[in-house]
């Protein structure tokens, strides 16, 4: 079946670091990938999704890139805000399980000033 | 961009009672709305996915009785906790997809939390 796993949190980084969280993925099908964004007491916020190979989503400063040789779509940001402290959700959806989608664990970023 | 509300966004209830959390997506029609519990620092966990005028569909493990969905608008759907008990306790997150394909997108509610006393 599919899965989704991401690199092990929590991640904690100093205001104006660079962020990566890795997420590979296995699928039957032809995924497309999303990155969700969860901040406290709140429910998920999409930040970028990519539908097909080499397609890079981007939002807000992230991008991620869909790499069909690796299996993965990791995130990166190029400096981060304190303000982007937040559970990081990889997830993906793929026709071939009813296009539902199926998430990673979450990452939790914190930033410090 | 496409929004989702959910109703309450926290509820407090006495073990036993039923308690109904509402979705609506609020500029869209969805022909699929979602329904997850998410429990502390977890994922989130599909409960049941659900299509406007027709049954839910309930993952496994998941009480259809317990967990009653209702679809009945391509902008609400309804979740009722029946009978709920201290177990049932949880982050409850819905979600309404408009397209019926893997390229499109859910938009998530904000959740409600319930405590069952």
């Known amino acids: 079946g599919d899965s989704v796993t991401q690199m092990e949190g929590p991640v904690t980084l100093s205001e104006e670091a660079c962020l990566t969280i890795n997420c590979t993925y296995t699928a039957t099908g032809y995924p497309s990938l999303f990155w969700y964004v969860q901040y406290p007491g709140e429910g998920l916020q999409l930040l970028l999704k990519a539908t097909k190979a080499d397609d890079k989503g981007s939002n807000k400063g992230f991008e991620a890139t869909y790499r069909k040789e690796t299996t993965s779509f990791h995130l990166e940001k190029g400096s981060v805000q304190v303000s982007d402290s937040a559970v990081y959700f990889c997830?993906?959806?793929?026709?071939?399980?009813?296009?539902?989608?199926?998430f990673g664990e979450g990452t939790q970023l914190t930033v410090n000033p | 961009g496409a929004v989702v509300s959910q109703h309450p966004s926290w509820v407090i209830c006495k073990s036993g009672t039923s308690v109904k959390i509402e979705c609506r997506s609020l500029d869209f029609q969805a022909t699929t709305m979602f329904w997850y519990r998410q429990f502390p620092k977890q994922s989130l966990m599909l409960m049941a996915t659900?299509?406007?005028?027709?049954?839910?569909?309930?993952e496994q493990g998941v009480e259809k009785d317990k967990f009653l969905i209702n679809h009945a608008s391509l902008t609400l759907s309804t979740l009722t906790v029946t009978s709920a008990h201290p177990e049932d306790s949880s982050f409850y997150i819905c979600?309404?997809?408009?397209?019926?394909?893997?390229?499109?997108?859910?938009?998530f509610g904000p959740g409600t939390r319930l405590t069952v006393l």
């Open positions: 659900s299509n406007e005028g027709s049954k839910a569909t309930y």
């Open positions: 979600s309404a997809r408009e397209g019926g394909g893997p390229t499109d997108t859910q938009y």
């Open positions: 997830a993906l959806s793929d026709s071939t399980s009813g296009s539902r989608l199926t």
